[in-house]
């Protein structure tokens, strides 16, 4: 499905496939999909896709948020598998930034760790930290490291991150997370 370089030539049944749909009248038509390694502690997406009529209508973003909301009810962070694609690397740098800089503004330059925010957000520190080198809002002056607050800075480059994607309903997950008991089976 369009993605030459994550051609895969063995075994699908170690992942999980989420797909999304449209619903009209004529019934369910895909928009794209997400994969899952299970039990992988690492990764809370192993392949995206969105189908290409469908891309800059936000289901991207929205994708990478439900993984990550899927994250959060696993009370883990997560990353998705590397290396990422051009296109899927623009989509998660820009939901990363976006998810963060919202959390920043809100906490109006009230001191916040690295942690906090994954834990908060179930985004890995290492792509927190990715996010935050990027956009100079972590800066390294006088033998230290310090966040920049300053929210007309950090609108400026929220700004920069285009529209939020469509959104994701915390409540209306009903999911629950795949638990591998070892030899013997999955439950």
């Known amino acids: 499905l369009f993605l030459d370089h994550k051609t895969l030539h063995y075994d699908i049944d170690p992942f999980y496939f989420y797909v999304l749909c449209e619903h009209d009248a004529m019934g369910y038509h895909l928009v794209g999909y997400f994969s899952r390694e299970k039990g992988n502690q690492d990764n809370n997406l ?29 009370g883990k962070h997560g990353s998705p ?9 623009r989509v998660y740098v820009s939901w990363w930034a976006a998810r963060i800089l919202n959390l920043l503004l809100e906490g109006e330059g009230k001191p916040v ?10 985004i890995d520190p290492v792509d927190i930290m990715y996010v935050l080198e990027n956009f100079k809002i972590l800066r390294y002056t006088e033998g230290q490291y310090k966040l920049v607050t300053e929210p007309e800075f950090l609108k400026t480059i929220l700004k920069q991150q285009g529209a939020p994607g469509r959104p994701v309903i915390r ?5 629950i997370p795949h638990r591998d008991y070892g030899v013997g089976g999955v439950v």
């Open 171 to 175: 409540e209306n997950i009903h999911w």
């Open 81 to 89: 598998e590397k290396p990422l694609s051009d296109l899927g690397h």
């Open 46 to 74: 192993s392949c995206i896709l969105v189908m290409p009529f469908c891309q800059r209508k936000g289901y991207g973003k929205f994708i990478v948020e439900f993984s990550y909301e899927l994250s959060l009810k696993e």
């Open 113 to 122: 760790s690295i942690n906090e925010l994954s834990v908060t957000t179930s």
